[in-house]
Structures are given as C-alpha cells and as structure tokens.
C-alpha cells in the first residue's frame, strides 16, 4: 500500500552531486543558492579551457575543463564531447556520489501555482527514493504521492514497484522543442503546470531531456553517456536523446524504473533556432530510424549489469546503425570507450560495477 | 484544453441509472446533457419508477426493452447493476458515446471553472492519440504544446483515438481495500493533462467517466466480466476493469490511441468500502490473473475489426484462463454472444 504519512525528504546532501555544464559565469547559481548551496557541484568547462569561470561564493565545488578530461582520461578522453553540454556526462564518470542531479546554466527557480518557489532537487530526491511502477499503467499517476494511490483493477502483486533510477523534470515558458517547431512556434511558451509524476511505462522509450535530470548513478551511471556531439561531429542535440534511449532500454532490461513529470524549472533561454537546426537537422532524419532500432533492441538475459548491457547495446548500434551513417560506428566504438574509462575511474569493489537492483529480464 | 466545435448529432450520453432519483444527477449536469441525446438504462433488477426531470432529449430503456431486443442470449448476458449501461451503447447509432455513472456531477477546475467533462471527452476523441512514441509534454495537441525534441515527425500525425477516460475527484477509483485502510482519502489533486496511454502498455479503465467512438471499437466495450457476488457500488465489481483491458489490446492491434487523464468528474460519497470489503476479495485476487493474460496477450495479423479481435481474445480467454475459474469460463461464452448481438442489432 502507498505510504500514507508525510516523511520530510532527506536532503542527501553528502550522497549527491550537481553536475552543471557551462561555458560562461554561473550567475544563475545565485538564485539556486537557497536549493543548492548544501550540495557539491561539479562543474564541467566545455570550450576554451583558459577561460576563467566565476562561480559564486560559498559553494563547494570541482571544475573540469578540457585540459582536465584530457589529462584524466587520457587517449580515452576522445569519447567526451567537446563544443558541447554533453560533456557534462564527464562529471557523471568523476563523481563519487550516489546520486545526480543535472542542470543546464539557463535554468531558474520555477513557482508553482499558488507561487511559491520549487525545489526541484527535493522533488527529484522524493522521485528517487520513491519506487516506480513501470509494469502496469497507474491511471492516477504516481501512487505513491500523498493523496494518491493504486487505483481499482491494479493488481496487489505490482504494489511494491521497482527501483527509480531516473527522475526526468520538464520545464516552463520556454519548452524544448526542436529547431523546426521553435521555427514555426517562436512565441510559445509552455505554461501549463502539470502536478503529476508518473512512470514512463515498460517497452516505451521517450526524448529525455537533460535540462532538469536526475538519476541514481549507482543503478544506471554507466548508461548516462551523452555521445559524441559538437566539435568534429555531424550532430548536436542530440546528447540527451541518445542517454535516454540508452537507458530507458536498459532500465527496461534490469527492471528499474524512469519517471517524468515533476519537479519544473524556469527555462530561460531560447536557443537560436537556425544554429540549433544546422546542429539537429542530421538527427532529425536519423531519428526516423534509431527510434525503431531502440523500440525493437533485445538484450540478451546474460546481460545482468549495465556496463554489459551497455557493451552489448553498442555492438548493436554498429551491427544495425552504422547503413544509417558512419557516424554510428565511431559512436558505438565511442559507447565502449566510455564504459573502460567508468571502469577505470569507478573501479569494481564500487558500487556500479556490482550487479544492479532487480534481475534481468 | 482547446476546445473544438462539436457536431452534437454525432454524440449520445449513456447513462446506466442505478437509483431511481435522477433529479439531481440530471440538474447538476443540465448545462451540458440539455445540449445532447441521451440513452438512459434503468439496471433490470431495480424496481420502481425512474424519476427524471423534464427538459431532456433522451431514450429510455428498461427490462422489458432488454428482454425484447436481447432475446435468447438473455441466458448468456446480463445487464443488471453497471452492466445496464451496455445496452445503452447497443442501442446507440451515433459516432462517439460519453458514459458516466450516476453518482458523479461536475467538477471544477483549479480556477474554479465548471468542467465540461462531454465536451473534454469529443476533443479527446476527436484530437489524434499518439500511442507509438512518448510525449514528456502530454497532449502535442491542446493549445500551447508540442511534440518535443526529439520526436520522429514521421509519428507525429498521430492515429484516431478510439478511447477517452476521465478521472475523479473527491472519492476516486480506489479499490475497497485502500479505501478501507485509508478513510479520509480524496483525491484533491487536479492534473491539467491528457496523455496517451503507449501501445502495448495495459492499464486499469475504470468505467466511472468514460468516452469511446462507437464506430472504432464499440464491441469491444461489452459486459462479459461478472463476479460471483457483484454488487452495485465500484468496490464490488472490476467488469470495466476487464472491459477496458480487451478495449486496450483492440486498440493496439487496430492502432487506435487510448487516452487518459482530463476530464474529471467529482465522485460523490455512497456506499461503505469496510462493508463491500466484508464481502468477496474476488475481483482483487483474479486481477493477479487477468493483467499478466492481456499483457502477455497477442491477436493474429488477420485481426482486422473490433469483432473479429473480440472473438480471438474470447478464444483465448477460453483456453488459457477458463480451466482455473468459472468467472473466465463465463466471461468468454459471454463476449462470443455479445459479439453475435452486436452485429445483429447493428445490421437492424
């Protein structure tokens, strides 16, 4: 039965980390200030290295920029993107925490409709810590928020749920469209808040957007790689949609759950919509095709962890995505560098290398 | 949520009344059921006069109805308690078909707005449904969304919607165990949102506030599932339940959308959930058999109506569920009859 006393959530302020992704000033830090100043950030540089970021006092943090991931991870490093927010994914390999939280520089403090202030990290966290209910759909959302439950029909034996390994938030007033929507639609501003968590079901994958993303980097970190975009390659945008892709499947695999819905976050930024379309437009073909590929993935029953999920997951992709382009191959070659160089950075004995919660399926 | 314009002659409101007074059911939803047709179905096994105010559009039908056009199945079929409301959609020649219990008036919106549940219902039904790709912001097609980043276009036409179902405020459909444990639950939460349930995903449709396109899967919203002490409160029968489910697998296998979330109805107080408690657990313990069967459950290519999925699912039903309990034995017998009444009347 869904937990009817209201427990404050822990803060888990020594369990988690904050990975932001920048190339300027983290100004923006000061209105998280309230939310966040407990937590240790992670902060990726992407573009020139002798750049000097200025973060607010007062947070504890780490800084990675070029030079960093180059010396880290030496020859490996060609598997982080660089001239582009995917290589945040850097601060995911480094981190020593349990939990993630990642957010993108043009991201504010969202108000609810009754305009107080959301802290969408105890939101996330209550995502997190709460299971998801990815085998039968749950009409009344998550049942495990106060006020709700299973609703009439859900059968007692799938009450418990499973594990959440992933908390994926939306954002108000600017949404995250593509460059041709943005295009055609430059004035819309989403304003509709939805006060609902729900599980994405089992079997359906869905665009993740890194923006506002949480997730528990003990079950699921090593399916968090956010590609190859940006410099040298013939895609941007596409970094979050192929984590997500990723790890849905091996959610799916490994019987953990993704939810979406709550937390919001205010979305400042409206990004040029012709840059942003030179970067998609490959994406927006490929899409047609990498879609059916993830809808119809099998991974074998041996595959029992994620990094062997993963590794698997990459030989498919060259198998079957490379006709599509020869991009696929250095990325699916990119996929396997990126687990030795988690492996090499979070050694077995930790947490991600034993095998994940819930058995295959 | 857009509102689109509505072609009144293609909508019937079906309502199974259980009770005899009507009145303020039917004041509460004057503004909106004055504007349509609608199929009233006095349960069979209620005795008395139905009191309906004046002023509607309606048909009304009674045991003596039931028995004439139902004739011979009669032995197979029964419409008493929830079930009355099936007759009404047998009856219907219309497009799309709105049914909500009678217990339930209209809500109101976090601002305060009266909820035009029939209405939210059409644009539902008439909106396309979007089951093959997930859309982390709902509905792409009410007014001020979109489909994401990230979305094929190729998918973004979307297909018809065959199913629309509404939820409740106030008492929702909880089952009669957690109602029990938990008393004072009511569900205050108001979601502003409409979502495609995926392909292939199954879920609990509760009958309390539905709509459906008669034309696209009428059949399949059929009577078939009764317990052995059913009763005439939610908590002592999961028929919808079970309806819903061969309703979702047609769907997926006619590639049709089903949709649920907006428009909610305020569920008012009846019954005691300790007391429907006291009687059978059976429709909670057979859940346990009845999800994993229509999960697991796969129609032939040849499938190609409501029809012709219902009677496939019936087969199956027949062989698979039927030798554990009489329950699924029934129920299978029962969908093959109602699918034989369907065409009959329909072809009348």
Known sequence: MAGATVKPT????????????????????????????????????????????????GFDYELYNRNDINRILGPKASCISFKDSACRCFGYMVSKKKYIYTIDDDCFVAKDPSGKDINALEQHIKNLLCPSTPHFFNTLYDPYREGADFVRGYPFSLREGVPTAVSHGLWLNIPDYDAPTQLVKPRERNTRYVDAVLTIPKGTIFPMCGMNLAFNRDLIGPAMYFGLMGDGQP??????????????????????????????????????????????????????????????????KECTTVQHCY?????????????????????????????????????????????ANGTAK | MSQISINHDEVDIVIGALQLDLKSFMEEWRPVFSLFHLIIVKDPDLKGELEIPAGFNFDLYTKSDID????????????????????????????????????????????????????QHITNLSTPATPFFFNTLYDPFCKGADFVRGYPFSLRSGVDCGLSC?????????????????????????????????????????????????????????????????????????????????????????????????????R????????SLKKEWEGVKLMEDVVPFFQSLRLSTSAATAEDCLSEIAAVVKEQLAPANPVFARAAETMVEWVKLWKRVQTQ
């Open chain 2, 166 to 266: 509404g939820l409740w405020l106030n008492l929702a459909d909880l089952d009669a165990p957690t109602q029990a444990l938990k008393p004072e639950l009511r569900n205050t939460r108001y979601v502003d949102a409409v979502l495609t349930v995926p392909a292939r995903t199954m879920m609990p449709v509760s009958g309390i506030n539905i709509g459906f396109n008669r034309e696209l899967v009428g059949p399949a919203l059929l009577p078939a599932f009764r317990l052995a002490k059913e009763g005439n409160l939610r908590w002592e029968t999961v028929e919808d339940i079970w309806t819903g489910m061969c309703v979702k697998v047609v769907c997926d296998q006619l590639r049709l959308g089903v949709k649920s979330g907006l428009p909610y109805v305020w």
């Open chain 1, 10 to 57: 822990p803060l888990l302020k020594d369990e988690l980390d904050i990975v932001i992704p920048t190339i300027r000033n983290l100004d923006f830090l000061e209105m998280w200030r309230p939310f966040f100043e407990q937590y240790h950030l992670i902060i990726v540089q992407d573009g020139d290295p002798s750049k000097i970021i200025k973060v607010p006092e």
């Open chain 1, 311 to 355: 590794i698997e997951l990459a030989k498919q992709v060259k198998d079957k995505l490379s006709q599509v382009d020869p991009y696929f191959t250095k990325l699916a070659d990119a996929m396997v560098t990126w687990i030795e160089a988690w492996d090499e950075l979070n050694p077995s004995g930790d947490d991600s290398a034993k095998p």
């Open chain 1, 235 to 300: 895609i941007g945008r596409y970094d979050d949609m192929w984590a997500g892709w990723c790890t849905k499947v091996i959610c799916d695999h490994l019987g953990l759950g993704v939810k979406t819905g709550l937390p919001y976050i205010w979305h400042s930024k409206a990004s040029n919509p012709f840059v942003n379309l030179k970067k998609e437009y490959k994406g927006i073909f490929w899409q047609e095709e990498i879609i059916p590929f993830f809808q119809s993935v099998n991974l074998s």
């Open chain 2, 268 to 275: 008012k107080e009846r019954g005691d959930a300790i007391e």
């Open chain 2, 68 to 119: 004439g056009v139902v004739g011979s199945s009669s032995n197979a079929i029964s419409f008493s308690g929830y079930s009355c409301r099936y007759f009404g959609y047998l009856m219907s020649r219309k497009k799309y078909i709105i049914s909500i219990d009678d217990d339930c008036i209209p809500a109101r919106d976090s601002a305060g707005n009266f909820v035009d549940a029939v209405s």
